[in-house]
């Protein structure tokens, strides 16, 4: 029986929309498609989200790998408070779940000190109404790593025959399903929301 959903964030709960941002911000298309490896879609991203080293480590790293387009990276990056927007049923599918008794945890590969910024900018309308939270950079764990699901799971007393977890990402399902959590592969609300449904009747 299904007692605790766990929420992944980014793509899940709110628009991780860094091709958006880069498009208001009037960057070229060339441009765009290097940060989408250099910076997005690079290692460095990757450590940002593990917590292991300091932001100013990091930008330091990204900044010299981008140095032909150093402007264009420090323009995203001051306003990266703009790189994700919640999308308007996360709220309320929220709400759905705890009135029906169902306890809403999440659990999301986040950097820090953006988290903390996304967080006073008010894209997580949703934080206070969860029941426990486990953030990548403050733990300085990342999924898929199982080390991340079991630190939630001690964290807040679950057992993972009751949970169903929520991912946009294969590989993070496929580590809550090995270690016993029932998993759904986020392609779009309804598609979530209706596979959730079936798990909880």
């Known amino acids: 029986m299904i007692k605790n959903v766990v929420f992944d964030i980014g793509n899940v709960l709110v628009d991780f929309r860094w091709r958006v941002l880069m498009e208001e911000l009037q960057i070229a298309k060339d441009t765009q498609a290097v940060f989408e490896k250099s910076v997005f879609g690079s290692r460095w991203w990757g450590e940002l989200d593990h917590g292991i080293y300091e932001e100013a480590e990091i930008l330091g790293h990204f900044r010299a790998e981008n140095n032909a387009y150093l402007d264009e990276f420090n323009l995203v990056w001051d306003n990266r408070d703009k790189l994700v927007e919640p999308y308007g049923y996360a709220v309320e599918w929220i709400e759905q779940l705890k009135a029906s008794g169902i306890k809403v945890?999440?659990?999301?590969?986040?950097?820090?000190?953006?988290?903390?910024?996304?967080?006073?900018?008010g894209h997580f309308p949703f934080l206070d109404k969860v029941d426990g939270k486990v953030v990548s950079g403050f733990v300085k764990m990342v999924k898929p790593d199982a080390d991340i699901y079991e630190y939630l799971m001690a964290q807040y007393g679950l057992n993972a025959s009751e949970c169903a977890f929520i991912d946009d990402r294969e590989d993070n399902v496929e580590t809550a399903r090995r270690?016993?959590?029932?998993?759904?592969?986020f392609e779009d609300y309804a598609q979530a929301r209706d596979e959730l449904d079936q798990l909880l009747i």
Request: hydrophobic residues 40%; contains cysteine.
């Open 179 to 185: 270690l016993g959590m029932k998993g759904i592969v």
């Open 105 to 121: 945890y999440l659990l999301s590969n986040y950097p820090k000190d953006v988290f903390t910024l996304h967080t006073k900018c």
